[in-house]
């Protein structure tokens, strides 16, 4: 089975910038979750989706958002990006209570 | 609400030595799961736990499942330098299915 893949791997963007990016979960899996983590930090939940329905939310403002396709493929979005979005942003799929990550996004605003 | 207390912060610890790391919550949970995260990298699950007093082995990593299931333990014999990453603990919230993630443990090896 192919795992979690996350587009881009790596991503520049400038302040006031608004970016969006995209996770394939494995397959069969429906729950999609995604996380931010700054150098140094732990795992900062974002949003889960299930069944394209966000069904959890963590404590992040509202720039950013997220959705989820019938195919289950999900994205991020980040507006009106601030330099201190800056970090790796991790998508996870799970068919239960395991998690399965994805390479992570690297996105740095300048 | 439910949090997961991991420790140590990090370690430093020579190639060879056996090394523990543990993760402790004032909730229960009901499975337990250990990852391990190389630098700018996604993290990989290593052992997963279901059942109270579970014991599991993957390789040289051994993860056990306290009795009270309030606790975990992940330890790993003989380190070697691929060992170096941070190791996080993580268990599912009540009913919710949102995992609760440790800070994780942060294996250093001593040249």
């Known amino acids: 089975k192919a795992g979690v893949t996350q587009t881009p791997r790596y991503l520049i963007k400038t302040r006031g910038q608004q970016v969006t990016l995209s996770c394939s979960p494995i397959?069969?899996?429906?729950?999609v979750s995604w996380y931010q983590q700054t150098p140094g930090q732990g795992l900062q939940f974002l949003f889960e989706?299930?069944?394209?329905?966000?069904?959890n939310k963590g404590n992040f403002p509202g720039r950013f958002s997220g959705r989820q396709f019938s195919n289950s493929r999900s994205e991020m979005n980040v507006s009106t990006l601030e330099l201190g979005d800056s970090a790796l942003y991790l998508c996870?799929?799970?068919?239960?209570?395991?998690?399965?990550f994805g390479p992570g996004t690297r996105l740095t605003v300048l | 609400g439910q949090q997961l207390n991991q420790s140590p912060q990090s370690m430093f610890i020579q190639e060879g030595e056996d090394v523990s790391m543990n993760c402790t919550s004032s909730?229960?949970?009901?499975?337990w799961l250990w990852y391990k995260q190389d630098p700018g990298e996604g993290p990989v699950l290593l052992i997963a736990?279901?059942?109270a007093g579970e014991l599991t082995s993957n390789g040289r990593l051994t993860a056990q499942f306290g009795i009270t299931r309030k606790d975990s333990f992940l330890n790993i014999s003989a380190s070697i330098p691929s060992d170096v990453g941070i190791y996080f603990c993580?268990?599912?919230?009540?009913?919710?299915?949102?995992?609760?993630w440790g800070a994780g443990t942060k294996l250093i090896i001593k040249p």
């Open positions: 397959s069969g899996h429906r729950s």
């Open positions: 989706y299930f069944s394209e329905t966000q069904r």
């Open positions: 736990l279901y059942k």
């Open positions: 993580a268990g599912p919230r009540d009913s919710n299915y949102q995992l609760i």
């Open positions: 996870a799929s799970s068919g239960g209570d395991t998690q399965y």
């Open positions: 909730s229960i949970f009901n499975t």
